[in-house]
């Protein structure tokens, strides 16, 4: 076949900085296309946490000595960078969390404590699991009516359904930038327009759109972005909340615990400013470190190119899918969404298409995708899940599409 | 109607004609489709196996002095292993399957092969099926 392509990465340099690439999986070359559950990490980022506790392991912000100093400066140099890539105003407003369900979590938390019954907040009828169910506890807790944004039968949100939901009680919105199980890119600007316009305040799960898309928290006038490292080439446990200053510092603590202190006395303690007022304890101090570098590793080839390319294996793939017949894809069209293709063949269970596709090598993620409200819409158990990263190529595509003929001939 | 050892048996030698696991799962998926299917009106709650990642459920019939187990899942490798199950379990006596040990599946490698959350089905699925042994012979 002709190559066609007009993206300028280099695919097999990319490729040879991802040591796991050259693994196989039962026998057969591994293709890896459940990147929207964890990306895989470059040989850069691996290094750094090699490094971390090769050279430069102690405790951050508390020691005069030496090695706490060098481990306290990459840390916060770490935060800086990653202030830079959402283009924060303050490295203050991005606070090191476990990912971004903590993040969430966090923000929830918080507002148990400032909401009450008369107030409403609004989620969408298309989240993960983890950006609904901290919510529910906010709910329980303060007695505030937890409305939801319908979709359509395309995978996209309902919005004149949200105009009628908006109204003068609405406190906060929650949503995601990029759908985890179908890949719809929601528009972002527009419902963060809307939000503020009744003056309630937003936050934007952004755990799959980040591997894609560069968001710009102040041109968006984002008021809290969450993300996880994993997902992004880094490692797994770490991830950031960006927040607003002024939100946060009307945010109670999340967690109590060493640094996030001013002074503890018996009587009353206070607390520390940002960051450190919700960041609790020794955290995750290699993640975050290695975090800075994946960002470092993604800018360097390009968020612009990383997604024009990822949207040529998207558009060859889904095509491919088609072709083979008895296919359902959900979820909206190409140009509508990030590098994930979420199907059925029809007539089958997605986890024997996905057990059989492991057979031969090949990883994709299979089920409700823990957005069981998304499966519920479709009146299905669950989807096959393939989502694609900049490391990807069309051979591995082909790869795929024979094992899913394969799969489906031995099932049918 | 053979023991359950000695079905095990014939289970593990029916599994070492194999090459590779695709043909095992072949194999599985022919028994998963031969499963008899229970009737729609017992796919209950109460019948749900909790546990697994695909639906299982499984009804328990005690005909003299016998268990008769029927069972269907919406996932048809699921149904496979349930039909090795059900082909070891079922038409036997509620002490003999209270007393079943389970290592053949280890020696056909099936527990190997699965993924963690689906041999945790599987264990549920043992669980439950020794359950109903207990509940009978207390008959």
């Known amino acids: ?412 | 109607m053979s023991d359950i050892k000695e079905i095990q048996e014939e289970i593990v030698d029916e599994f070492s004609m194999f090459d590779d696991w695709m043909q095992r799962y072949e194999y599985m998926i022919e028994l998963g489709k031969s499963l008899p299917m229970i009737d729609e009106s017992y796919k209950t709650k109460d019948n749900l196996i909790k546990g697994c990642q695909s639906q299982v459920w499984v009804k328990a019939d005690y005909k003299d002095g016998k268990i008769i187990f029927t069972s269907d899942s919406d996932a048809i490798i699921t149904k496979g292993i349930i039909a090795i199950l059900i082909r070891v379990f079922s038409n036997q006596t509620p002490e003999a399957i209270m007393k079943a040990e389970t290592s053949f599946l280890d020696e056909i490698g099936l527990k190997d092969h699965l993924s963690p959350t689906r041999a945790n089905g599987l264990v549920s699925m043992i669980k439950q099926l020794k359950m109903y042994a207990i509940a009978y012979s207390n008959r």
């Open chain 1, 1 to 412: 076949m002709q190559d066609t392509s007009k993206h300028t990465l280099d695919i097999n340099a990319i490729r040879a900085d991802f040591p796991i690439l050259q693994r196989k999986i039962n026998g057969k070359p591994l293709v890896y296309f459940d990147n929207a559950a964890t990306s895989q990490t470059p040989q850069q980022v691996i290094d750094a946490i090699v490094n971390y506790y090769t050279n430069d392991n102690a405790n951050i912000h508390r020691g005069v000595h030496t090695l706490s100093q060098i481990a306290t400066d990459a840390y916060e140099q770490a935060r800086e960078k990653i202030r830079a890539h959402f283009n924060a105003q303050h490295a203050h407003e991005i606070i090191f969390t476990a990912g971004t369900t903590h993040g969430i979590n966090l923000v929830a938390s918080g507002y148990s404590q400032l909401l009450n019954d008369r107030d409403e907040v609004i989620v969408s009828a298309m989240e993960h699991h983890s950006n609904i169910v901290p919510w529910q506890m906010m709910c329980e807790k303060t007695g505030a009516q937890l409305k939801v944004i319908p979709m359509t039968e395309q995978g996209e949100l309902d919005l004149d359904t949200f105009d009628s939901l908006l109204n003068d009680r609405t406190k906060l919105v929650f949503i995601n930038h990029v759908s985890n199980a179908l890949g719809t890119v929601n528009p972002i600007q527009e419902i963060i327009d809307k939000t503020h316009a009744v003056g309630a305040k937003i936050l934007i799960d952004g755990a799959q759109a980040a591997p894609h898309i560069k968001a710009d928290v102040q041109a968006l006038d984002i008021d809290f972005y969450t993300v996880s490292a994993h997902k992004m080439c880094g490692p797994t446990g770490v991830g950031v909340l960006y927040g607003k200053e002024e939100l946060l510092e009307a945010l109670p603590p999340y967690q109590g615990g060493g640094e996030m202190i001013a002074e503890v006395n018996f009587d009353k303690t206070t607390y520390a400013g940002l960051p450190h007022k919700f960041e609790a304890g020794t955290p995750n101090i290699s993640g975050g470190i290695a975090f800075g570098v994946a960002l470092d590793y993604m800018n360097a080839i390009g968020f612009e190119e990383i997604a024009d390319y990822e949207m040529e294996l998207l558009i060859y793939a889904t095509g491919q899918l088609k072709d083979i017949g008895d296919i359902r894809i959900y979820g909206t069209s190409v140009e509508r969404k990030t590098a994930v293709v979420s199907f059925n063949v029809n007539g089958t269970h997605s986890y024997d298409i996905g057990t059989l596709l492991d057979k031969m090598g090949i990883a994709v993620r299979t089920g409700h995708h823990c957005a069981q409200p998304i499966m519920k819409f479709y009146k299905i158990p669950g989807t096959v899940r393939a989502s694609f990263s900049f490391y990807n190529t069309k051979e591995e595509i082909d790869l795929f599409i024979d094992g899913v003929k394969k799969a489906k001939s031995m099932l049918l």
